[in-house]
T-cell receptor, first 110, second 115 residues
């Protein structure tokens, strides 16, 4: 089993749609969780950290369920500019070891 | 100002050669990393350094030797390059994990092609 698993994608959605990404992790001792975004041929950039209480940043909402070892990202009112690969990221081992999921590709179409 | 910079951006070389990639960050971070992103786009950590000391070596072949001359630099030297080394290599930096926030900032990547 992979340490971090994501929906395989790709997701093709129209502008304005709501899309949800799921991620599971295998190590129950994992300490912190993030969603990153990576555009084609670019470096990954932090989208948002994920907190146990859930957190929201504009159109983006992240949830963490430690009991189920599950992380989610919800994007509301999708924009063309949201087209990218979304990476689920888990940190453990004192925080120095960072594990990326394989990513889920999102295409938002007009 | 570029926060995390890498040189070169592109590197094309032949099997068996030795090459280096340089990384510098001007964010004042103590922790730096090297990642490899292969052709399937899977991003995998190679090394973590904190305050110039190696913390994590993720079973990377010893042909890869990172060096941190100071906290702002983490260079990667690769000996005897193999075809399988072809990938994009990303450098990143962050505050130490016990200091919030510790999001990682990535450099633009070095695209290495071994022929």
């Amino acid at each position: 089993r992979k340490e971090v698993e994501q929906d395989p994608g790709p997701f093709n959605v129209p502008e304005g749609a709501t899309v949800a990404f799921n991620c599971t992790y295998s190590n129950s001792a994992s300490q912190s969780f993030f969603w990153y975004r990576q555009d084609c041929r670019k470096e990954p950039k932090l989208l948002m950290s994920v907190y146990s209480s859930g957190n929201e940043d504009g159109r983006f909402t992240a949830q963490l369920n430690r009991a189920s070892q599950y992380i989610s990202l919800l994007i509301r009112d999708s924009k063309l500019s949201d087209s990218a690969t979304y990476l689920c990221v888990v940190r453990g081992n004192g925080g120095f070891k960072t594990i990326f999921g394989a990513g889920t590709r999102l295409f938002v179409k007009a | 100002d570029t926060a995390v910079s890498q040189t070169p951006k592109y590197l094309v070389t032949q099997m068996g050669n030795d090459k280096s990639i340089k990384c510098e960050q001007n964010l004042g971070h103590d922790t730096m990393y090297w990642y490899k992103q292969d052709s399937k786009k899977f991003l995998k950590i190679m090394f973590s350094y904190n305050n110039k000391e190696l913390i994590i070596n993720e079973t990377v072949p010893n042909r890869f030797s990172p060096k941190s001359p100071d906290k702002a630099h983490l260079n990667l030297h690769i000996n005897s390059l193999e075809l399988g080394d072809s990938a994009v290599y990303f450098c990143a930096s962050s505050q130490p994990p016990w200091t919030a926030p510790y999001e990682q900032y990535f450099g633009p990547g070095t695209r290495l092609t071994v022929t």
